[in-house]
């Protein structure tokens, strides 16, 4: 109540919102208060709900060593194949739930974007937090198995933020397209699932990328799920096979074309988002 | 002083597309226009307009100009369609305007809705603390609130029971409790307050004129107008998307009435058959002293109220004619009861009223118009609430009730009476 007359807003027709970052941080409780009320809602029917994030990568990773590693007999360069796989699932997993539930969090708040004012990029950013705890979760499953195997990490674990960060960027460049888009053409609630399965057989996730042909690696690094998998891979999991760096490059550079495009198409169509939705 | 709110030259233009009825698009449908688009200019690259033909654009608002000064309690009426609401989603930053600009000094909240992403599957506790985040509220503030806002909405019992459980008047007591709690420099309103039963509203009420009188800006949008005459001292009227008439509430209320088709000082139903199938209502009328239908009457006049009806059965009824009369304020100011025993037949029938002159205070009156029977138990054959209006008021210089006095009088009636005082 106190700065009355500091606090002015002007409302115009295609108006820069200069404070829209000051905003952004002003409204940051709120953010909280949507992923908290978001993990809630996901856990509330008790204990099965946080079991769901261990069966289904547990399930899924045993599928998958049984066809690509006992049927297709794939190299692991000395990891276990369980593990080899579950450190590729778990990225993936995170990648899928985010991108999927970030494309779909305007939409399914149309109640409250088309009733209250607030920085929209709240919406997509809080949404994601669900699939980060479920990340967690499931991270333990992997920590069980990497000490079932006697896996240890050595000090190449150090680089394992710098991916998860990458992780996260990626995750939310692409869902802030998809939540931007699907406001005013449904059709994205199609494309979601569709990336989402797809993504799984052309990012490393049951494979160790390195039975890419060498001349098609960097090219399959524009995938940026596939340098970020690989990065995941080789922090954790002690394996011989080096990182092919320069496809690690490639994925950053795509992840940050699509986070910086992601937030700008994003502030772009934010306005128009109460009139459509 | 500069006016806390500034609102110039505000439009808001949307496009409406005839035989699209969804308002989001499929990306196939967009594609095979640009296609259709890109062929015809080929075909034929002068005339191509003939495709926007099915565009239609239309100006929900369409030039608005208002200044709201600080602690102002403002009304805004108008017919479904004026612009009420886009104008409240434009001033509350939810929707951009096309042209023109809104300049707020002051943190506004809105209450466009009640209960705002409330979610069935959580407590009420959690629900309280959402919703307050929702309307801008930090967790701090909502801590320090929360004991206020349980009592409010009497529901301590329920605090732990997911809102799905509640019955509609819990979740929307406990809802509107949240946003009254809300201490913004500017207050928005939407058509909140006509849900909960008549007590909850009356304390909702009280809560809102709190809120007006600690000097606090508010906003109000409502069909009823005697919540908007009880609740705000000014009013704008919207007529598609431009601001028709502002000025006092009652001039603007009066004004919304009388530019409607059917005045509320004569009120014809002979087309929209109010009534059952022994009588049928025709019309209603205010009259002022000289028999002339009016909206506008003077304190020291008589009034009457004059309802046409039609028996349309062949049955002798003993029929009832009785009228309500509601302040602005919702209250009933009384009931008034013919009481006449006479036997109706099939024909039609005027049931006259006459209010004695120097009784009712100034100010908006509605009158309900009923007719029952009680032959065979009470049968009410039609009640017509807030059929007709009237305003009572009450020029300083013929007042003959007033002694001198220039400010408002308070009091539903205002009765002449007899007084005496002398030395003893």
Known sequence: MSSSSQHIVVIEAGRIESAYWKDLWRYRELFFFLAWRDVLVRYKQTFIGVLWSVIKPLLTMMVFVFVFGKLAKLPSDGVPYP???????????????????????????????????FPRLIVPLSSVIV?????????????????????LPDSRVLFLPFFIVLLILAAVGAGLWVAALNVKYRDFAYVVPFVIQFGLYVSPVAFNSNIVPEKWRLLYALNPMVGIIDGFRWSITGT????????????VVVVILLIFSGVQYFRATERSFADVI | MTA???????HKKYILKHNVNKRYGSLRDELTNTAKQLANKFKSPINSSHQQAQEEEFWALNGVNLEIQQGERLGIIGRNGAGKSTLLKVISRIIEPTKGRVTLRGRVSSLLEVGTG???????????YLNGAILGMSKAEISQKFDEIVEFAEVEKFLD????????????????????????????????????????QKKCLGKLDDVGKSGRTVIFVSHSMPMITSLCDKAVLLDSGRIVKSGLVSDVVMEYYSSGQSSPASNDFSTSFVGDTAVR??????????????????????ITIEMTFEVTTNQQLKLVPNFYFYTANGECAFVSVSDSQLNFSKDKYMAICHIPSNILNEGVYFVGLALSSFDSGVNVHFFEKNSLSFNVVDSIETSS???????????????????????V
């Open chain 2, 4 to 10: 806390i709110i500034s609102i110039e030259n505000l």
């Open chain 2, 281 to 302: 209502l025709l019309k209603g009328e205010v009259k002022n002293s000289k028999a002339e239908v009016a909206l506008e009457v003077q304190i020291q006049e008589a």
């Open chain 2, 161 to 200: 029971t997911p809102v799905k459980h509640y019955s509609s008047g819990m979740y929307v007591r406990l809802a509107f409790a949240v946003a009254s709690s809300l201490e913004p420099e500017i207050l928005i309103i939407d058509e909140v307050l006509a849900v909960g039963d008549a007590q909850f």
């Open chain 2, 401 to 423: 009730t007033r002694s001198g006095w220039a400010g408002a009088m308070p009091g539903v009636l205002r009765p002449k009476l007899n007084w005496e005082t002398h030395k």
């Open chain 1, 83 to 117: 593990v080899l796989v579950l450190s590729g699932m778990l990225p993936w997993l995170f990648f899928a739930s985010a991108f999927s539930e970030a494309g779909n969090s305007l939409v399914g708040n149309a109640n409250i974007i088309s009733k209250v004012y």
């Open chain 1, 131 to 151: 699939s980060l705890v479920d990340f967690l979760i499931s991270g333990v499953l992997l920590v069980i198995l990497m000490i079932w195997f006697n896996v």
């Open chain 1, 240 to 251: 011989n096979t080096p990182l092919y760096w320069q496809g690690v490059v490639v994925s």
């Open chain 2, 118 to 128: 409330f979610h069935p599957e959580l407590s009420g506790r959690e629900n309280v």
